[in-house]
């Protein structure tokens, strides 16, 4: 059988958009490759620094003239506030151990900053979150530039720590990388209940006491929230491409299995390293084929909507340029597999005891719908990931996956929830978007009806308390974009909109914000662009005017006469917002490109000094 063809049109088109920008990267990557900085190049005083607090058998290992064995570059974001990223405290300890026994060393890079996007949602915080993503990709940067390592290892999970370490490993993309993840906490409170809770908290019908004891016992234990969320969905995307050991995204933190695949991926790490027989660098793994295969698996398993902005910031670091057009074409053919919250009550652990990543790979592999052709940091290609970890003693093996053993959680492609893909792109004369089609009931698919225009979360939930909203409503939350304050997720807006949905009315969401990647039962545009701060046509939009959200034919529309519509004024763009730091990311925020293109001013940034050098780059800078 022959590559399915949608998925190989696909490929083609972002082969040949990617082109230049393809050529331009892996001539820098191979530039810093031969003539940058690395442990060879460095002097004696440059050595004696790196070394002055290591032991003295690591020193005499790291400072030998032809570099032995790896050392291996951690880049950290620990923290303990982060229930996710909590466990790594200890991992660097661990990582260095499991080095020595190949005789690999380690030493920490660096550390990263990382946010919780529940902590922070609702909050000025949240203005923050997107754009700390280029933070993290900076912090990576600064911590490998040192030039001391032969490999790194990147300890992150969460919403944009993933994509930001990626986006900065993808600067000193010669040196073999891998993502070592953390893994979830066990279940906790069923999500039915903690939804529930929050809806009779909204209605007056719970004390705020029950609710914080609800939401407790939700979030109770070290390791990543249990939902398919951004986070989650984050570690299915990076094992779709092949950056982590087979069968690691999902093994519950602090078990012997997590810890084994740690070690693991140590070993392999230093196995592949730099001058090793056969270096496996981070170019040769994220090509376009791996970033379709990417795609494939997100609409497959219905992830998160926030993976339409970071999956194209992650393909540009690496000069790659992928588009909403290209999700589509490849949603109309992939199937969805998947029913995990907030599709469904049932959590990761759910879909990982039923057969997890291994099992929907092996089913896409059988359909053809993904590339097998491509590296991966383990085995010979993807077929190596249709494969279930095993811990026998202190070693992990492989096992072949199996058919799901749960078809409420995990189908298989003879009886999908649904023929097509989890996510969809929305277009029309209100901009482009995208919608999560997998999460909302089929009779809510399609909804038409009169918009409420609303500038801030909190004043959506004032008229619905106020009894505004008792009707069927598009509501329009405006200004909440990239270059009007940092596009924060607005997930406190769902249990509103799903107490009125509740209640009998049709309800949906239009914005230039995004939701948290929790979100779905409300059908939604999300990511609408040109956003209302730079005139885009939802600034035209007055309460009243019929708008259609149409998750089937994928139209977004306002039903206003064209004339009329075209002669109205956009409302004036907001002013920015200052305070708990959010001042400090204005050029961010003012050099911000849409959503589609990745929405981090960095890597447009990045892009114009890169168009400079021209496509006759040939390794040196010139003025």
Known sequence: MSLNSVVERVTARVTERSKGSRRRYLELMERNRQKGVNRTRLSCSNMAHAVAAEPDAIKEELIHPKPRHPNIGIITTYNDMLSAHQPYEHYPEQIKLFAR???????????????????????????????????IGQSTAVGLSHGMYEAAALLGICDKIVPGLLMGALRFGYLPTMLIPGGPMTSGLPNEEKVKIRKLFIEGKVSENELMHAEMASYHAPGTCTFYGTANTNQMVVEFMGLMMPDSAFAITNTPLRQGLTRAAIHRLAEMGLHSAN???????????????AIVGLMATGGSTNLTIHLPAI???????????????????????????????????????????????????????LHTDVKTVYGDNLKDYAQRAILKGKDIVYAPAEPSKNHDVLRPLSNPFSKTGGLKMLEGNLGRGVTKVSAVEPQNLVV???????????????????????????????????????MPELHMLIPVLGVQMDKGYHMALVTDGRLSGASGSVPSAVHVWPEAQVGGPLAKVRDGDMIRVDGRTGKLEVLVDKKEFDAREAVPPVKPDIGTGRELFAMMRHFAPCPEEGGSAMLRLMDEDLEKVGDNFSGEFTV
């Open 448 to 486: 038409e009806a009169p918009a409420k225009v609303f500038h801030t979360q909190d004043a959506v939930k004032a008229a619905q308390k106020n009894g505004e909203l008792d009707q069927d409503t598009v509501v329009v939350v405006l200004h909440q974009g990239p270059r009007a304050n940092g």
């Open 315 to 369: 393909a540009r670091a690496a000069g790659i340029i992928i588009d909403w057009e290209d999700y589509n074409l490849l949603s109309d053919v992939v199937p969805d597999l998947a029913k995990i919250y907030p599709s469904s009550a049932a959590d990761i652990n759910a879909f990982n005891e039923a057969g997890g990543v291994p099992s929907v790979i092996s089913e896409l592999i059988s359909a053809d719908l």
């Open 101 to 135: 026994e190949v005789g690999a060393t380690a030493q920490v890079a660096a550390g990263a900053p990382a946010m919780c996007d529940g902590v922070t949602q609702g909050q000025e915080g949240m203005d923050l979150s997107l754009f700390s993503r280029d933070v």
């Open 279 to 293: 270096p496996r660098p981070l170019t040769e793994v994220v090509t376009e084929k791996s970033v379709v295969n």
